[in-house]
C-alpha cells in the first residue's frame, strides 16, 4: 500500500489546487526540487507529480524542474498533465520518469494507450478525474458524458500499470478521500487503482490499512502533507504492515 506524496506544477511552483480551479492555487514551495528531497529524507518511496500548466496547454510546460527532480532525487517519478502524444511519452521515458499517466489522451484516443502500453509496458498509467461520476478532461477545465467505469473498463487487458482515479469534488479542500466510488471503481477493473482527491487526515490512513482496502494500489497525498496533517513516519509505518 503506497502513499504517494504529490507535487503540482503551476508556473514552476509547487501548489495545491481547490477542485482544480488555477485560480485557487496555493503556494507551498518555490523550489519543486527542495520539495521532492524533503519528501525522500521523510521516507517516501514514489513521487507524484501534474504538470497543472501543462494539462490545460496539452504539452509539457513545466518539464524542467521535473528533469532536474529525476536526476536530483533518488525516488521513482509519475508524471500527469499535458502527455498527448507517444513522442511526448517516449521524450519522458527516455529522460528516466518511471510511469507517464494519461488522462485526456485516454479518452480522446484509447487505441494510443494500448499502443503505448505495448511499446512500454509497465510505465503507463491512466489518470481518470471525475465531476459527479463523469469523466473530465483538459485540466479538468471540460466534463465529458463517459462514465468512470466505462472508461476504466475500455483498458482491461491493455496492460496499463494503474489507473489514477480522483474526485475533483473532493481535491484539495481535505474532506477524506471519496472511498465508496474508488472501491466501487476498483472492484469493476483488474487494473490497480490509485486514490486521490482530499485525503485529509490520519482518519484516511487508517482508512487504507482496512481489508477491504487492499484492492487498491495506494493513495495520493497533497495538501494534508502541505499542512502537517499527516503524522508522515506513523503513516509510513502502519502502511507498510499492510499485507
Not at 474526485?167 to 472511498?179: Q, S, Y
Request: a negative charge.
Amino acid at each position: 500500500m503506497i502513499l504517494f506524496p504529490a507535487i503540482d506544477l503551476k508556473d514552476g511552483k509547487c501548489v495545491r489546487l481547490q477542485k482544480g480551479d488555477m485560480d485557487k492555487a496555493t503556494i507551498f514551495n518555490d523550489d519543486p526540487v527542495d520539495q521532492a528531497q524533503q519528501f525522500h529524507a521523510q521516507g517516501f518511496k514514489y513521487l507524484h507529480m501534474v504538470d497543472l500548466n501543462g494539462a490545460f496547454a496539452g504539452e509539457s510546460v513545466n518539464g524542467d524542474p521535473v528533469e532536474k527532480i529525476i536526476q536530483q532525487v533518488d525516488m521513482p517519478v509519475q508524471l500527469g498533465g499535458g502527455i498527448r502524444t507517444l513522442d511526448h511519452i517516449k521524450a519522458w521515458l527516455d529522460r528516466g520518469l518511471s510511469r507517464v499517466i494519461l488522462g485526456t489522451i485516454a479518452v480522446r484516443d484509447p487505441d494510443l494507450v494500448y499502443k503505448a502500453c505495448e511499446l512500454y509496458p509497465g510505465k503507463i498509467a491512466v489518470g481518470i478525474d471525475a465531476r459527479g461520476g463523469k469523466v473530465a478532461v483538459e485540466g479538468w477545465a471540460e466534463t465529458s458524458e463517459l462514465d468512470v467505469i466505462e472508461l476504466a473498463q475500455k483498458f482491461e487487458g491493455a496492460g496499463v500499470a494503474a489507473i489514477i482515479f480522483t474526485d475533483i469534488d473532493r481535491d484539495g479542500i481535505l474532506t477524506g478521500i471519496n472511498w465508496d466510488a474508488t472501491l466501487e471503481l476498483a472492484k469493476a477493473t483488474t487494473i490497480p487503482v490509485i486514490a486521490s482527491g482530499g485525503l485529509a487526515s490520519m482518519d484516511d490512513i487508517e482508512m487504507m490499512t482496512e481489508p477491504e482496502m487492499q484492492v487498491l494500489e495506494g493513495a495520493i497525498s497533497g495538501r494534508a502533507l502541505y499542512d502537517g496533517r499527516i503524522d508522515v513516519p506513523a503513516a509510513l509505518e502502519k502502511l507498510a504492515r499492510v499485507e
